[in-house]
């Protein structure tokens, strides 16, 4: 009896401190760990480049973080500027779109009233009634009392500019000193158990998670494309969309795609629903066909194990939930497998 209480003591014990240290310390160490993850993937690239040119390792690193940091800024400036304007076409023809809306929802109810029977002129209100408090409650999110907010968005914005420049000197700082680092840590008797638990981690939960992004870039890409040969002007915006809705649990790229096939399909635009209806299907066949080869026996739990983990991070993280959950379910097994709490 002692020991199973002991045993109960020590699984909330281990689930209080993984989810404090989600909560309070991995923000805090998010520019640590990239540094160090950067060090370590860039250590042999490093140390060979400073061997040929007779530079320190250090140097030839920093070299290869500003190249990494000069591209995904490139990138990172195309992809916000094209989206930006993508969405200021999109607000430039909302008038439009809005006429569109309008008469959409009377043929939608003109089909209602032939084979429901519901009346036209009901329906209809109740549909714009709702339509409209949906766009009050949007004005007022963008009222200037919310606008004055902005304050709280600068404060972020500073905080990730300083975890950028963080993350580049401590990944210097790391690659100047990572054997060091790593034979100190060698001398330490947890190192090893935690080694373990963090060799588990990387087996289950990294591995699904890279999987699942590389299956999201696969899928906005093909989206992305597609959407720009249907002539779309909002091919990013939709596309990267897109991607994200096929990564959430449950949801996919059918909660967008159907909707829109069965408008183009009323109004009587058959060319657009058709590619509509494709696009999916090629989301589908994408996502059959990729996730069997990046995960394949690699998870070491059932997938609806992981689906749960992500829906309670998102409960209990909110949007960050869904990478922090699995990780979190991940690295709570794992330590108390390595202590053997389970059996």
């Given amino acids: 009896m002692d020991f199973e209480w002991k045993r109960r003591i020590y699984i909330v014990g281990i689930v209080a401190g993984v989810y404090l240290g989600f909560r309070y310390v991995l923000p805090v160490a998010i520019p640590f760990l ?10 042999p690239l490093a140390v060979k480049t400073g061997k040929k040119l007779h530079i320190k390792k250090s140097v030839a690193g920093g ?3 500003l190249l990494l940091l000069a591209a995904a800024g490139v990138l990172l400036w195309v992809g916000v500027s ?28 003109c089909v209602m009233e032939d084979t429901l029977g519901i009346s036209q002129t009901d329906s209809r209100r109740f549909i714009l009634d709702n339509a409209e408090k949906m766009r009050a409650n949007f004005i007022q999110g963008i009222s200037p009392k919310t606008i004055f907010q ?36 060698r001398t330490y008797r947890f190192y090893q158990p935690w080694k373990r638990v ?13 999987a699942q992004l590389l299956i999201m870039l696969a899928v906005a890409f093909l989206c992305t494309v597609m959407l720009w040969l249907m002539k ?27 909707p829109a096939m069965l408008i183009f399909f009323l109004q ?21 066909f990729m996730e069997p ?38 690295l709570v097994y794992g330590i108390g497998k390595e202590w053997d709490i389970w059996d």
């Fill in 268 to 288: 009587g635009r058959t060319g657009l629903a058709v590619w509509c209806l494709s696009i999916e299907l090629v989301t589908t066949l994408v996502r059959e």
């Fill in 82 to 109: 094209t989206l930006i304007g993508q969405l200021k076409a999109w607000m430039t023809n909302f008038p439009t779109l809005e006429a569109k809306f309008y008469q959409f929802v009377d043929q939608c109810c």
């Fill in 232 to 258: 779309s002007p909002y091919f990013l915006l939709f596309g990267i969309g897109l991607g994200i809705l096929d990564a959430l649990p449950i949801i996919g790229t059918g909660l967008f795609l159907y």
């Fill in 34 to 43: 990239i540094g160090w993850g950067l060090a370590v993937w860039l250590h």
């Fill in 150 to 185: 902005a304050t709280d968005y600068l404060k972020s914005l500073i905080a990730v500019i300083s975890g950028i420049i963080i993350a580049f000197i401590s990944g210097v700082l790391f690659l100047k000193d990572l054997e060091a680092i790593r034979r100190t840590l």
């Fill in 63 to 65: 070299f290869f973080m």
């Fill in 198 to 210: 963090l060799k588990r981690l990387r087996q289950t939960c990294v591995t699904y998670l890279k």
């Fill in 293 to 330: 080869r990046l995960l394949g026996g690699k998870l070491g739990v059932y997938p609806v194990v992981i689906m749960a983990a992500i829906y309670f991070g998102f409960i209990v993280f909110g949007v960050a939930g869904f990478i922090l959950g699995p990780i979190a379910l991940s």
